[in-house]
């Protein structure tokens, strides 16, 4: 089982940016395709970017152009580069593999937009 600590988080202005980091416990991580989820307060979490093992990312429509998703193999670590953020992405960001079955879920790290 992989084990998965989220870091980077934190309370910023609208415009702003943070850089998430997501960090696997096991190298198998690299083998799977991963990605960020996002649960606002009242809401379901929802995936919003993802990468595949050969670094092609996907993103929901409402980050495109502001998040930018990475991976580092050799440091099983996956990035989340949130520019241009806006009041509505503030949430709990999770991460986790793209498709089912999941590993357990972190405890996430927080970001909070707002003036």
């Known amino acids: 089982q992989v084990q998965l600590v989220e870091s980077g988080g934190g309370l910023v202005q609208p415009g702003g940016s943070l850089r998430l980091s997501c960090v696997a416990s096991r190298s198998s991580f690299n083998f799977y395709t991963v990605g960020w989820y996002r649960q606002a307060p009242g809401k379901q979490r929802a995936l919003v970017a993802s990468i595949g093992r050969s670094n092609v990312a996907n993103y929901t429509d409402s980050v495109k152009g502001r998040f930018t998703i990475s991976r580092d193999n050799a440091k099983n670590t996956m990035y989340l580069q949130l520019n241009s953020l806006q009041p509505e992405d503030t949430a709990v960001y999770y991460c986790?593999?793209?498709?089912?079955?999941?590993?357990?879920w972190g405890q996430g790290t927080k970001v909070t937009v707002s003036s």
């Open positions: 986790n593999r793209k498709f089912p079955p999941y590993w357990n």
